[in-house]
């Protein structure tokens, strides 16, 4: 079993930053990918980034890409988010993800990971 907390979110005007952090605790909680997910209000939780076990390897959505920068700390076993050029259209509630290998399992979509966080929220002023 693995424990993801969220924090860093709050309230920022557009074109600030912020960065997210997910601490993650329990079993071999540096055994896994990691992942940061979205959900507006009425919206569907929509992928955001992806970073690789080694932290070698990451993608994104492309409405964040060039603005948004997942990393990891394995030895303080935390997984990052800094969101730079924020636009009122980020305001969602952020999630950590962790997941391992899923054989024909999109890694973004939501099926491939097995445990969430609480989630923290990030508005985003005009």
């Known amino acids: 079993q693995v424990q993801l907390v969220e924090s860093g979110g709050g309230l920022v005007q557009a074109g600030g930053s912020l960065r997210l952090s997910c601490a993650a605790s329990?079993?071999?909680?540096?055994?896994?990918?990691m992942g940061w997910f979205r959900q507006a209000p009425g919206k569907e939780r929509e992928f955001v980034a992806r970073?690789?076990?080694?932290?070698?390897?990451?993608i994104y959505a492309d409405s964040v890409k060039g603005r948004f920068t997942i990393s990891r700390d394995n030895a303080k076993n935390t997984v990052y988010l800094q969101m730079n050029t924020l636009e009122p259209e980020d305001t969602a509630v952020y999630y950590c993800?962790?997941?391992?290998?899923?054989?024909?399992?999109?890694?973004?979509?939501?099926?491939?990971?097995?445990?969430w966080g609480q989630g923290t929220q990030v508005t985003v002023s005009s």
């Open positions: 329990g079993r071999s909680s540096t055994n896994y990918a």
């Open positions: 993800a962790a997941g391992t290998l899923k054989t024909g399992v999109s890694i973004r979509s939501r099926d491939w990971y097995d445990y």
């Open positions: 970073i690789t076990l080694s932290g070698g390897l990451t």
